[in-house]
C-alpha cells in the first residue's frame, strides 16, 4: 500500500515517513527540496520523491500524485520566522488540504482514502463542542488576531470536520491534535483522548514528535485504530513517568 505524504521535509513529517517505512509502506513525499531528508529516506527503495510545492502543482498532477494511495498524511506548517508567519501562503495548509481532498474525489476510489492530518491542541474539534476557559477564549481570540498559522490550523481542520464530514464515500479523515511539540530519540508510551484533559494554554502537556509521528503511522497502517479515531481529532499527550 501507497501513502503520500506532504511536509515530509519537516520535523515531524520526516519521522512519519521513516514509521511507514519500518512497517513496510511504500511512500510519495511531496517536498520544495530534499535538504533535511536523512540519507536513509533519500535513498530507499520504497521512496517515491516528488520535488514540488503542492501549492504550485497542476490539478492534472496532483490529481496523479494521489491516484493509487490508500493514505495521504499532511505535517505542513509554517516557518517560524516572521516570513513563514506573516508571509504568503497564509492558507498553505487549508488550501492543500483542500486540493488534496479534491484530487482524491476527482480519482474516485474504489475504497475511502484515509487522511490524516496533523492539527493542534490549541484547535478545538466544534463537532463536539469541548469546553474550554474563558481565559483561554480570550487567547485564542488573540492568536487569531496576530497569528495566520493559527487561523490556518483551525480552518484545515474545519474543512475536513464540514466539507468532508462523517459519510464521504471517498474520503475518511482524522485530526491528530498533539500538545506542545518536543523532540525525543525513540518512541515512548503516550495516551490518546477524544478531547484536551488539560488546557493548552494554562495548563500545557508534552508530546514528542516521535510519539506524534507513531500515531499517525498507527492510523494509516492499523484498521482497528483507524476505526477507533476517524472522523475524529484525538489529543496525544506523552505518559510522564514519576
Wanted: one cysteine or more; glycine letters at 8%.
Amino acid at each position: 500500500m501507497s501513502t503520500l505524504v506532504v511536509g515530509a521535509n519537516g520535523a515531524t513529517g520526516r519521522l512519519l515517513v521513516e514509521q511507514l517505512l519500518n512497517r513496510g509502506e511504500c511512500v510519495r513525499i511531496i517536498v520544495r527540496t530534499v535538504d533535511g531528508l536523512p540519507e536513509t529516506i533519500k535513498s530507499h527503495e520504497n521512496v517515491s520523491i516528488i520535488r514540488a510545492s503542492v501549492l504550485d502543482l497542476g490539478d492534472a498532477e496532483l490529481l496523479q500524485y494521489v491516484k493509487g494511495c490508500n493514505a495521504v498524511a499532511s505535517c505542513l506548517g509554517h516557518n517560524m520566522s516572521f516570513k513563514g508567519i506573516y508571509g504568503h501562503p497564509r492558507r498553505l495548509v487549508t488550501d492543500a488540504v483542500g486540493r488534496l481532498c479534491r484530487a482524491i474525489k476527482e480519482n474516485k476510489p474504489e475504497a475511502p482514502v484515509k487522511f490524516v492530518l496533523m492539527n493542534t491542541t490549541g484547535n478545538s474539534n466544534r463537532d463536539i463542542p469541548e469546553q474550554i476557559s474563558f481565559g483561554q477564549k480570550c487567547v485564542i481570540w488573540l492568536l487569531r488576531l496576530l497569528l495566520p498559522p493559527h487561523v490556518d490550523n483551525e480552518k484545515a481542520a474545519d474543512y475536513l470536520r464540514t466539507e468532508i464530514g462523517q459519510k464521504d464515500s471517498n474520503i475518511e479523515w482524522v485530526a491528530v491534535r498533539p500538545d506542545s511539540l518536543i523532540n525525543e530519540g525513540e518512541v515512548t508510551e503516550y495516551e490518546e483522548y477524544p478531547s484536551p484533559v488539560r488546557s493548552a494554554i494554562f495548563d500545557a502537556g508534552t508530546t514528542s514528535r516521535i510519539n506524534a509521528a507513531h500515531f499517525m503511522a498507527e492510523l494509516i497502517t492499523d484498521n482497528d485504530t483507524w476505526i477507533k479515531w476517524k472522523g475524529q481529532m484525538p489529543v496525544i499527550y506523552n505518559v510522564v513517568k514519576m
